[in-house]
């Protein structure tokens, strides 16, 4: 069921206003750079790139854009999730979406995008919880708040720009390869009752129990997101990413981990997030990227 070839289309979101550190509004061309395209061809998919969502650039705002109580850039992120919806509402409903960012803001228009079509489990795979609200968050930067806001969590303006609100229940979300969380996400995480598998519990139970523990508290749902931020690997794999934290996932655990997320076949759409070309070295991070969207799609060593 793996290898089935899928149709995927392509959509990047080069945007950097939700992140602290500016750069990641090149993940897009990096992603596409380390043959993306290509690669996912050479699997069997037939891949349609539908090129990039318009994105505010942070200079040309008007000033004062940046401070909008305590988020930053919140209007051109509202407005540039309502336009990913839009470009992600012509992809026709049995093509799978690959979202390239950007922050991981870019995931409000995404997910919000796959739940319009079908209740959807969400595989939130990050080494940060994302899970702040503007009463939480100690840096106001929108990045550390997408998946707060996909369960219902947040300003007002963002939640509007998702449509329906809670776009996701908490039971038919995971967050898996966590190794950092602020204490007001971690309240939150516990109100919400949330699936959070740590780094700690990968190292105790090993990679492979971890990601069935994932796939199966996913079991009730037909469709399955994967929303992966590049900093849940280790930094030493990928040093391109704004918000590096050590302890993260190693090259090998990371391809068990899609591959085994191919293994269960529902996966209906992805976000590729969070790669910064400007802390790079030589597009490794990118590179990566898209070997990990590979084994995800089905690529197999035998
Ligand atoms: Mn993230």
């Given amino acids: 069921m793996s290898r089935t070839p899928r149709q995927l289309h392509l959509l990047g979101v080069p945007m950097d206003l939700g992140a602290g550190r500016r750069g990641v509004d090149m993940g897009p061309s990096a992603l596409r750079l380390a043959r993306l395209e290509a690669v996912l061809r050479e699997l069997g998919h037939t891949v349609v790139d539908l090129g990039n969502v318009e994105v505010p650039v942070a200079e040309a705002l008007p000033p004062g854009a940046s401070v909008s109580g305590q988020l930053r850039f919140v209007e051109a992120i509202a407005a540039t999730t309502a336009r990913t919806r839009e470009a992600l509402a ?5 093509a799978t979406p690959v979202v390239l960012g950007g922050d991981h803001s870019v995931s409000l228009g995404s997910v919000a995008h796959a739940s319009e079509r079908g209740r959807t489990g969400l595989l939130w795979i990050d080494a940060h919880g994302d899970l702040n609200t503007p009463a939480s968050s100690p840096s106001g930067n929108v990045h550390g708040m997408p998946l707060a806001l996909l369960l ?15 776009r996701v229940r908490p039971e038919d979300v995971v967050v898996l390869g966590v190794r950092s969380l602020d204490p007001g996400e971690r309240a939150l995480a516990g109100d919400l ?3 959070v598998l740590t780094m700690a519990d990968i190292d105790r139970r090993g990679l492979s129990a971890v990601a069935e523990a994932a796939l199966g508290a996913l079991a009730h749902v037909d469709r399955l997101h ?4 590049a900093d849940v690997l ?5 040093p391109g990413v704004g918000t590096p934290v050590v302890g993260g996932l190693t090259y090998r655990e990371a391809h068990l981990l899609m591959e085994l997320v191919a293994e269960d076949g529902r996966l209906t759409g992805l976000d590729l997030v969070e790669v910064n070309p400007t802390l790079d070295v030589q597009n490794r991070t990118a590179a990566v990227m898209v070997e990990l969207s590979a084994s995800l799609t089905g690529k197999r060593i035998l």
């Fill in 90 to 94: 012509a992809v026709p409903s049995d």
């Fill in 152 to 166: 219902g969590h947040g300003d007002a303006r963002l939640l509007a720009a998702c449509g329906e609100v809670p």
């Fill in 193 to 195: 009752g949330l699936r």
């Fill in 226 to 229: 994967v929303s992966l931020d």
């Fill in 234 to 238: 280790d930094p030493s794999v990928a």
